[in-house]
């Protein structure tokens, strides 16, 4: 509900600008306007050997990803947007044009002034309108490899993940997707993935790198019991291997034709993924629709995707009950409610039990300091004091 | 037969960006427009590599004629794997209206001087869409040619060659030595990466003019005017069938 206009107003489109301000291969950075979608930019950057990695699963606007964090499925490798915007240019609610770093400014490190950038990554539109976008770029991986495992259990699927983290292979993704999911995938793409929960694992580096780091994960995926190691290099192969979790979401759906997704979003310390996960699904085993879990395993990310009647309030109340125990579970153990989804509407209320109320205040002064008078965006990111 | 393949590389405006008439209607905006490899030719020199790396190649040789800028081209070739680029240095108003014949005629003199066996080039540049280049240089040189290739397979001297053709695949079999023109599926490229860009740095490019090959580049071809497409003109929405039969009717669309 982020770009929920909740209060009327005006709706500012900036699909239009969208140039491509500057490429600087030799220092591997970039700055973009608003309309630049990620493709885009890859498309152009394809001859320097460079590109913008982070993937949220869509071709969206690079400073629309800013403005939310966003991340995605290699963030255990490269971060989320916050690691890698270098700079920002905001117009501020009383109209001043600010740069964040300072105009044209791309220091790969600076003491200089307050690190306002990563202050509006993540805003949502509340503090200031970005108009371009500053980016770290980083080098397309000589080689990559991808590898699919089945598990005799959520358990020994999780904590083989866990500790191919703890392991310090540096992974490029790392993703879980459960026995429903891989039902719902087989039935929706015509696969034949063995039905049990499945993790897919992608290498990026030189040739002997991708090897090294493969044959670990692959004698850790082994020790936990895990089936089968099936693994692809080449483009297509690595394609195929991957349908299922690219697919998930639309198969998801499939399994209930007509029905909504109410996706849920924690993260937690890797440490404590296996129990969370391990309850998580003991708890959505009572639901009375079909659901799917899908994690970014590498950060101790998970979803559930509950595949509701959208007209129907008992379902959306009982996919609510189970989304609120779930961030519940989350937060008791040093996790978030919200991992890369945002805050929205949705989870608003949530905000005062994952943050305390000083907490709340230091991140409330910092909005009336940028926009005193609430008009931007206003109602979203934090809650009422 | 190892194959000494020849590439053919087109510096060309890039796809993804959005042309514009000169206002004298001489021509496109080509100042300061990004400009990079014919997507078709990127697809050549992937076959080419390919073709080495299944050790049924010994040498890919990149080639592009044009502007200074045409190195950068070439070293993306370079960057992509190729062993060599040769750059032919051709200026100005000459580049501006040489004719694909233009270059057929200096590649046949490159691959008699390279002594290459085999030529892939993209089947048509995205700029002028011409598809001949390959066509007259199979000619020129008495050789076979296999075009439009979806797949190419050495089988000996010869090559089984599928083309996508309107009516669907035709399979050919062509004797070496031989001209290929790559299409759209025959593969997808490679990206450069960055230690291969750098490696690319250090690899041999030999400069030559088409003089020095003894080819005449001039066109007896003349760019009259070039005009963007008319702009569409707005439709009507009709409320009924008999109105949508009288405007026809109105328009000598129907008797």
């Known amino acids: ?385 | 037969m190892s194959l000494r393949v020849l590439v053919g590389c087109k510096r060309v405006i890039d796809y993804a960006v959005r042309v514009r008439v000169k206002p004298d209607s001489t021509g496109v905006v080509t100042q300061g427009v990004k400009h990079s490899m014919n997507p078709f030719d990127e697809i050549a020199v992937e076959q080419a590599l390919q073709l080495k790396e299944q050790k049924l190649a010994s040498e890919v040789i990149a080639f592009s004629c044009g502007p200074a800028q045409c190195v950068e081209t070439l070293r993306t070739a370079l960057a992509m794997g190729a062993d060599r680029a040769v750059h032919v240095t051709v200026e100005g108003a000459e580049y501006e209206n040489m004719q694909p014949l233009a270059v057929a005629k200096i590649m046949k003199k490159l691959v008699e001087k390279e002594d290459a066996n085999l030529v892939i080039v993209g089947k048509q540049a995205i700029d002028d869409d011409c598809n001949q280049t390959g066509q007259m240089l199979a000619g020129l040189l008495g050789w076979s040619q296999g075009t439009f290739a979806s797949k190419v397979d050495v089988d000996g001297e010869q090559l089984k060659v599928v083309r996508e053709v309107d009516g669907g695949l035709e399979t050919v079999q062509v004797s070496l030595p031989s001209v290929v023109t790559a299409d759209l599926r025959l593969n997808t490229p490679r990206y450069a990466t960055l230690p291969n860009i750098m490696k690319a740095k250090k690899k041999p490019m030999d400069k030559l003019s088409a003089g020095d090959l003894g080819v005449d580049v001039s066109s007896k071809v003349s760019m009259v005017g070039v005009s963007e497409p008319p702009v569409r003109q707005a439709g009507s929405k009709v409320e009924s069938v008999s109105d949508l039969v009288q405007k026809l009717k109105a328009k000598g669309a129907i008797a």
């Open chain 1, 1 to 385: 509900g982020g770009v929920c206009a909740t209060q009327g107003g005006i709706h500012i489109n900036l699909t239009k600008m969208d140039r491509i301000l500057e490429v600087n291969a030799a220092d591997f950075d970039a700055c973009v306007e608003p309309g630049v979608r990620r493709k885009q930019l890859n498309e152009h950057l394809r001859a320097t050997g460079l590109h913008f990695p982070i993937d949220p699963g869509a071709d969206a606007s690079l400073c629309g990803m800013a403005s939310t964090n966003a991340s995605g499925t290699n963030a255990v490798r490269y971060g989320t947007m916050r690691e890698n915007v270098l700079n920002l240019e905001v117009v501020l609610a009383d109209g001043e044009v600010v740069h964040t770093a300072g105009k044209r400014r791309r220091a790969r490190k600076s003491s200089a002034g307050y690190n306002l950038t990563n202050i509006f990554v993540g805003s949502e539109g509340t503090l200031g309108i970005i108009t371009s976008t500053s980016l770290r770029l980083y080098g397309i991986p000589e080689k990559v490899t991808s590898a699919v495992v089945s598990f005799p259990s959520i358990k020994a699927a999780v904590d083989t993940c866990v500790q191919i983290i703890q392991a310090g292979i540096p992974i490029a993704r790392l993703e879980y997707l459960d026995e429903n999911g891989i039902k719902s995938v087989n039935s929706y793409s015509g696969l034949s993935y063995a039905v049990a929960p499945t993790v897919f694992l992608e290498f990026e580096g030189s040739e002997s790198s991708v090897q090294e780091q493969s044959d670990i994960a692959g004698e850790l995926a082994q020790q936990n019991g895990g089936g089968d190691y099936q693994w692809a290099s080449n483009a297509e192969e690595r394609a195929k291997l991957w349908s299922a979790r690219h697919n998930a979401f639309y198969a998801g759906l499939a399994l209930r034709p007509g029905s909504k997704a109410l996706i849920t979003d924690v993260c937690v310390p890797v440490s404590e993924l296996t129990d969370v996960l391990v309850e998580t699904q003991e708890d959505i085993k009572t639901a009375s629709f079909p659901n799917v879990v899908i994690g970014h395993v590498g950060d101790g990310n998970f979803h559930v995707a509950f595949m509701i009647d959208q007209d129907s309030k008992a379902e959306a109340d009982e996919a609510k009950a189970f989304a609120l125990r779930m961030a519940r579970r989350a937060l008791a153990c040093g996790g978030t409610c919200t991992g890369e989804h945002g805050i929205g509407m949705g989870k608003i209320d949530l905000l005062r039990e994952e943050f305390s109320e000083e907490t709340l205040r230091a991140m409330w002064s910092v909005k009336n300091a940028f926009d005193p008078n609430n008009l931007m965006n206003p109602g979203k990111v934090l809650p009422e004091l």
